[in-house]
T-cell receptor, first 108, second 117 residues
Framework: GENVEQHPSTLSVQEGDSAVIKCTYS??????FPWYKQELGKGPQLIID?????GEKKDQRIAVTLNKTAKHFSLHITETQPEDSAVYFC???????FGTGTSLTVIP | DTGVSQDPRHKITKRGQNVTFRCDPI?????LYWYRQTLGQGPEFLTY????????KSRLLSDRFSAERPKGSFSTLEIQRTEQGDSAMYLC???????????????FGEGSRLTVL
């Protein structure tokens, strides 16, 4: 069946360093790969997404890369700031399947 | 505030009781999704609607769960004969998506937290 695996489950970085979170998926029919940020007590909010016809997308300090052959995609956050601290989720397969989340802590 | 509202925000009930949650999506959004989220986990898909039609239901959705979107606007999720394992955050999301396209940003509400005693 469909599966989305996300790693790592927790990540601590020093302010200003980069953070990378990776997801793998199993369904080759997936063609849309979003990343959501969830802050405490709130619902997830989209931060960046990528479609299967491109390999990379960037929005200021955030980027997503996609390797369709290997069925994995990654979130890259550069120059991390304390306000980046949150839980991040990837999703695939029409957003019916979400990863288990990565709790990112940015240490000032 | 994403524009998706959920009610109630918190519900405490005793095992065996029925509960109902309501979701009001962004008005022009034609798709509405329900997810369940437990601590330390990602959102778990339950069901979604395209306008008033329920197009997909998770195999995990037992027959105690039922969802409706009668006029293609707000939606309700009812859980009958609640069990302690139903304790979770129930998230609603909406999106504006063409029928032939299964992509696009989901706008989530802040969720309805259910505690079953």
């Amino acid at each position: 069946g469909e599966n989305v695996e996300q790693h790592p489950s927790t990540l601590s970085v020093q302010e200003g360093d980069s953070a990378v979170i990776k997801c793998t998926y199993s369904d080759s029919a997936s063609n849309y790969f979003p990343w959501y940020k969830q802050e405490l007590g709130k619902g997830p909010q989209l931060i960046i997404d990528i479609r299967s016809n491109v390999g990379e997308k960037k929005d200021q300090r955030i980027a997503v890369t996609l390797n369709k052959t290997a069925k994995h995609f990654s979130l890259h956050i550069t120059e991390t700031q304390p306000e980046d601290s949150a839980v991040y989720f990837c999703a695939a397969y029409n957003q019916f399947y979400f990863g288990t989340g990565t709790s990112l802590t940015v240490i000032p | 505030d994403t524009g998706v509202s959920q009610d109630p925000r918190h519900k405490i009930t005793k095992r065996g009781q029925n509960v109902t949650f309501r979701c009001d999506p962004i008005s022009e959004h034609n798709r509405l999704y329900w997810y369940r989220q437990t601590l330390g986990q990602g959102p778990e898909f339950l069901t979604y609607f395209q306008n008033e039609a329920q197009l997909e239901k998770s195999r995990l959705l037992s027959d105690r769960f039922s969802a409706e979107r009668p006029k293609g606007s707000f939606s309700t999720l009812e859980i009958q004969r609640t069990e302690q394992g139903d304790s979770a955050m129930y998230l609603c999301a909406s999106s504006s998506t063409m029928v032939y396209e299964n992509t696009g940003e989901l706008f989530f509400g802040e969720g309805s937290r259910l505690t079953v005693l």
